[in-house]
Nanobody, 126 residues
Framework: QVQLVESGGGLVQPGGSLRLSCVYS????????IGWFRQAPGKEREGVSC????????YYTDSVKGRFTTSRDNAKNTVHLQMNSLKPEDTAVYYC???????????????????WGQGTQVTVSS
């Protein structure tokens, strides 16, 4: 079992920044890749990023490339998602999730993730 808890969401103006954190715990949790997902009202949950458990390689969906950065601190059991140049279309509930399948070249789909956090709301609005 792996437990995940997100934090850092909030209201921000367009062009602003937020930093989300995901604290994970549980047996062998360092061996899981960690993904960030988001779900806007009326839309399907979509993958945003993934960070590898083996070498901390990172992958992003096209819509956030160049604006979002994910990083991992295994000593603190924490994964961050730094979000810059935020747009109204980034508004969603953001989730982190853990998968025993390592990231390899792309953001993996939701069904490959075994454990999920409760989500944190991000609202981008003026």
């Amino acid at each position: 079992q792996v437990q995940l808890v997100e934090s850092g969401g909030g209201l921000v103006q367009p062009g602003g920044s937020l930093r989300l954190s995901c604290v994970y715990s549980g047996d062998t949790s360092d061996y899981y890749s960690i993904g960030w997902f988001r779900q806007a009202p009326g839309k399907e949950r979509e993958g945003v990023s993934c960070i590898s458990s083996s070498d901390s390689s990172t992958y992003y969906t096209d819509s956030v490339k160049g604006r979002f950065t994910t990083s991992r601190d295994n000593a603190k059991n924490t994964v961050h998602l730094q979000m810059n140049s935020l747009k109204p279309e980034d508004t969603a509930v953001y989730y982190c999730a853990a998968s025993i399948i390592d990231c390899s070249g792309y953001v993996h789909p939701t069904y490959e993730y075994d454990y999920w956090g409760q989500g944190t709301q991000v609202t981008v609005s003026s």
